[in-house]
C-alpha cells in the first residue's frame, strides 16, 4: 500500500502515469517490446479477484463470518479468537506496512490509525468491534483498488488496439512479418482485408473502408483510396490495401493519446495540491484531538474503556480520507474519457482550467475550416474559346507535378471531375509566384495574379491539346474552337479576380503561352460543425468568441459572417495574436485558444487554455497546446469545457459530502455516544461513496451528455 494524496492504493491501483504505464507502451512501441508481442485477445476490464486488495478483503471478510457466529452462540474464546486473529492479519498487514514504512519517512499516513484504532479496541476487549473495522477498512480499499484499476483500464485498453505485427512490402515485392516498432517513416506495409492498420500513413494503392471509430469516433466505416489518410490500430473492411507508413510508431495517435493521457494522470489539481498541503497539518492536529479526546474525560474520572473507545472512534471519523479523494477521481475519470474521444488532455491542471474559461478566441485556417483548400470556381475567360473542364484540365497538368497545397486542390479537383490530366514537361516552380510547364505545345503558367507577367499586347490565336474538349474531340485533338485572349489590360481579368477575393476567395490566373485564359477561385471549406461550435462556445461562456487570424480582413469577415463570429480580427502577425489574448485576460477574462498553426503556437502558450486540432496541426501547436483534438471535430471543443466543468462540480459535490460526513460523525462522538461500529461505516461509506461519484465520469453517458449539454444550450 502506498500513500497517495493521502488515501489507500496500492501498487496496482495507482494511477498509471509514466513511471508505471509508459514501460507498459514503451515495451509496446519499442522493437525489443515489440518483438516480444504475442497476439492475444483484447483486454477487457480489470475482474475484481484479480486484484490482491479485493482477494484479502475477502479473506478478511469470510474469517469475520466465522468468527462472529461462534462468538454469539457461546463457543469457546479459542474457537472465534483465532478467525478474528486471522481476519486481523489478511486485512490490516498491508496498511500497517505501509503506515510503518511512511512513518520511517516522518509522513504520517491515516491507514496507521485505523490499524491501531482496530487493535486498541482489541486491547479493551471489543475484539469483534476492532475486526469490524478492519473487514469493513480492507473492502473500502479493494473497491477504491477496483475504481483506480477500471480507470486505468480506459487507456490501457487503447494500446491492445495496435497489431502485433504488419506485413511490410520489400523493394523487390516480397513480404516479410515484422512488428509494427519495427516500421520506418517509407515503408510501404500491404494490409490485407480484416486486418487492422498496423501505422499511420497514407493509401499508396487499393480501395477498401475502413472503422476508425476508435481514433475519429466517426460510427461508419470510412471509404479510402489512395491518397487518403489511414491511423494505426483501425480496422480494415473488405479490400486489401497499399499503405505508405508516414509516423513512426511512437509517434502515431494512438501512441500519444494513450502517452498524453497517462501523463495527465500524474498531474494534481491546484484543489488536490490544496488539500495535500493541509493534510498533514490536518492528520497531527488530528492525532493531538485525539489524545485530548481519551485523557481530558479520563482525568474527569470516566472509565479507561469508554475514554479510550471514545478517543478511537473520533480517529476513525476524523480521517480526511474522503476529502483526499474528493478531488482526483473526477478529474482523471473526465482526462480518461476525454482521451477516448480523441480529445489529449494534457494535465489535471488543464482538465480544471477548462472548465474556468469564459471567452474563447478560434484561429481560421484549419480550426474553423478544414485546412485544405478548394476549388470553387473555375472561370474561362471571355474569347478564351475554353470550357470549364478545360481550362481545369490545363491548370491540374501545369500543377501536377508540384506539392504546393493550391497545386494539391487543383488536380484533387481534376480527379473528382474524372478529367484525363496530359502529362507536362520543363516544369519550374518560383516560390510566391507559381508554375510553369509545358502541356503539349503550349506554355502553361499559374499563380498568383499581382505576380504573374502581364499579358500578350496581342492576343494571339491558340489552338490547344487538352483531350478535353467535352466530347467534341478525341484525346490528342486540337480543343473545338482556339484559345484567345484580348490585349493587356482587358477588364475581363482583374474583374473577375476581384470577384472572388471580395468574395473571400484565392483567386489563381491560368495563362497559355503568355495570355491569360482563365482565372481559378479556390477556398479553405468552413467545416461543418464549425457553427454548431461557435453557438456552443457562446452559450457556455456567455461571450461570442473572437476569431484572430494571418488572413486577408475579406476573407475573415465572410467567414465570420457564415459561422456567427461578430468580433473578427484580421491580418494579425503571431505576436499580435498573443497582445489580443492577454489584453482580454488583463481585462479580466480567463481566456481558451483554439488554434492549429506554428503562427498559433505563442496564442495558445499565452492563454489561460490553449486547444490543438491535432490532426493537421503543427508539431509545435500540439506541444504547446494544453489539450489536442485528435479527431477532426470542433464540435469536442465546447464538450470538453462542458466536461470539466461537469467534473469540477462534482469535486465540489464531493468536498461537501466529505465535510458533512465528518463533521457530523465528529459531533456525534463528541457530544454523544457514537458507536464505533457505526463510526466505521460512516467514515468508509463516505470515502467509498465519494470515489465512486468522481468515476460517474468514466461512461460512456458522461461524454454524450457534455456534448448534448452545449448544444442544448446553443439552441
Not at 475519470?333 to 474521444?341: Q, V, Y
Not at 507536362?424 to 509566384?433: A, I, K, L, M, Y
Not at 491560368?510 to 462556445?537: E, F, K, N, P, S
Request: net charge negative; with cysteine.
Amino acid at each position: 500500500m502506498y500513500l497517495y494524496g493521502g488515501c489507500r492504493c496500492p501498487p496496482s491501483a495507482l494511477p498509471k502515469g509514466p513511471s508505471v504505464m509508459s514501460s507498459v507502451l514503451t515495451d509496446r512501441l519499442s522493437p525489443a517490446g515489440a518483438a516480444r508481442a504475442e497476439p492475444a485477445a483484447p483486454r477487457r476490464r480489470t475482474r475484481v479477484f484479480a486484484l490482491p486488495e479485493a482477494r484479502w478483503a475477502a479473506a478478511a471478510t469470510v474469517l469475520f463470518l466465522i468468527a462472529l457466529p461462534l462468538q454469539l452462540t457461546g463457543a469457546p474464546g479459542w474457537a472465534w479468537g483465532v478467525p478474528y486473529a486471522l481476519a486481523y492479519a489478511a486485512g490490516g498487514w498491508e496498511p500497517a506496512w505501509a503506515g510503518l514504512r511512511a512513518l520511517a519517512e516522518k509522513t504520517l499516513d491515516v491507514d496507521l490509525l485505523m490499524v491501531v484504532a482496530a487493535l486498541g479496541a482489541a486491547a479493551v476487549g471489543q475484539v469483534m468491534d476492532g475486526a469490524l473495522l478492519i473487514v469493513i477498512f480492507a473492502t473500502s480499499g479493494a473497491l477504491e483498488a477496483l475504481a483506480t484499476a477500471r480507470t486505468a483500464d480506459s487507456v490501457r485498453g487503447l494500446l491492445d488496439l495496435a497489431p502485433a505485427t504488419a506485413t511490410r512490402l520489400r523493394s523487390d515485392g516480397t513480404e516479410e512479418t515484422v512488428a509494427p516498432a519495427d516500421l520506418t517513416v517509407g515503408d510501404t506495409v500491404l494490409v490485407r482485408p480484416g486486418e487492422r492498420i498496423g501505422a499511420d500513413g497514407r493509401v499508396l494503392d487499393g480501395t477498401s473502408e475502413v472503422d476508425q471509430a476508435t481514433i475519429t469516433g466517426e460510427p461508419l466505416p470510412v471509404a479510402k483510396e489512395p491518397g487518403d489518410e489511414v491511423f494505426a490500430g483501425t480496422l480494415n473492411g473488405t479490400g486489401a490495401l497499399r499503405v505508405r507508413v508516414g509516423r513512426d510508431a511512437a509517434d502515431s495517435v494512438i501512441a500519444r493519446i494513450v502517452r498524453m493521457v497517462q501523463e495527465a494522470s500524474e498531474t494534481k489539481a491546484p484543489t488536490q495540491l490544496f488539500i495535500e498541503k493541509v493534510e498533514q497539518r490536518y492528520s497531527l492536529g488530528m492525532v493531538a484531538a485525539t489524545l485530548a479526546v481519551f485523557a481530558v474525560p479520563l482525568a474527569f474520572g470516566a472509565a479507561l474503556t469508554e475514554s479510550l473507545l471514545r478517543a478511537m472512534t473520533f480517529m476513525i471519523v476524523a480521517s480526511p480520507c474522503a476529502v483526499v479523494l474528493a478531488t482526483m477521481p473526477p478529474l482523471l475519470s473526465a482526462i480518461a474519457n476525454a482521451g477516448r474521444h480523441g480529445v489529449l488532455v494534457k494535465s489535471a491542471v488543464v482538465m480544471e482550467r477548462l472548465g474556468e474559461v469564459d471567452a474563447v478566441a478560434l484561429d481560421k485556417t484549419g480550426t474553423l475550416t478544414e485546412g485544405t483548400p478548394q476549388v470553387t470556381d473555375v472561370v474561362p475567360l471571355p474569347g478564351a474559346g475554353l470550357t470549364e473542364r478545360e481550362l481545369l484540365t490545363l491548370a491540374a497538368a501545369a500543377e501536377h507535378p508540384s506539392e504546393h497545397p493550391l497545386a494539391r486542390a487543383v488536380t484533387d479537383a481534376a480527379r473528382a471531375r474524372g478529367l484525363t490530366v496530359p502529362t507536362s514537361r520543363d516544369f519550374t516552380s518560383t516560390p510566391g509566384v507559381g508554375v510553369t510547364a509545358t502541356v503539349g505545345t503550349h506554355r502553361v503558367t499559374v499563380g498568383a495574379p499581382p505576380r504573374l507577367p502581364a499579358d500578350a499586347t496581342d492576343g494571339p490565336v491558340l489552338p490547344v491539346t487538352t483531350g478535353q474538349g467535352d466530347g467534341a474531340g478525341t484525346p490528342g485533338e486540337p480543343a473545338a474552337a482556339p484559345v484567345t485572349a484580348g490585349p493587356a489590360g482587358s477588364p475581363a481579368a482583374p474583374a473577375v479576380v476581384a470577384d472572388l477575393e471580395a468574395g473571400g476567395r484565392t483567386a489563381v490566373v491560368v495563362q497559355v503561352d503568355g495570355v491569360t485564359v482563365g482565372v481559378l477561385g479556390i477556398a479553405d471549406r468552413v467545416r461543418a460543425d464549425a457553427a454548431v461550435t461557435v453557438a456552443a462556445l457562446t452559450a457556455l461562456t456567455r461571450v461570442p468568441p473572437m476569431l484572430l487570424t494571418g488572413d486577408n480582413p475579406r476573407a475573415a469577415a465572410r467567414l465570420g459572417d457564415e459561422v456567427g463570429v461578430r468580433d473578427v480580427r484580421a491580418g494579425l502577425l503571431p505576436e499580435e495574436k498573443v497582445g489580443a489574448v492577454r489584453a482580454e485576460q488583463k481585462a479580466g477574462r480567463r481566456m481558451l485558444v483554439v488554434g492549429d498553426g506554428v503562427n498559433d503556437a505563442p496564442a495558445l502558450a499565452a492563454a489561460h487554455a490553449g486547444v490543438a486540432m491535432g490532426r493537421a496541426g503543427s508539431d509545435l501547436a500540439l506541444e504547446t497546446a494544453d489539450a489536442v483534438i485528435v479527431r477532426d471535430e470542433l464540435a469536442a471543443v465546447p464538450a470538453v469545457v462542458a466536461l470539466s466543468r461537469r467534473a469540477r462540480r462534482l469535486v465540489v459535490q464531493n468536498l461537501v459530502v466529505a465535510g458533512v460526513f465528518i463533521s457530523g460523525l465528529v459531533v456525534w462522538d463528541l457530544a454523544g455516544t457514537l458507536p464505533l461500529p457505526l463510526g466505521v461505516l460512516g467514515h468508509e461509506g463516505s470515502t467509498v461513496l465519494v470515489g465512486l461519484n468522481g468515476l460517474r465520469l468514466l461512461r460512456e453517458a458522461a461524454w454524450t451528455e457534455a456534448a448534448r449539454a452545449g448544444t442544448e444550450r446553443a439552441a
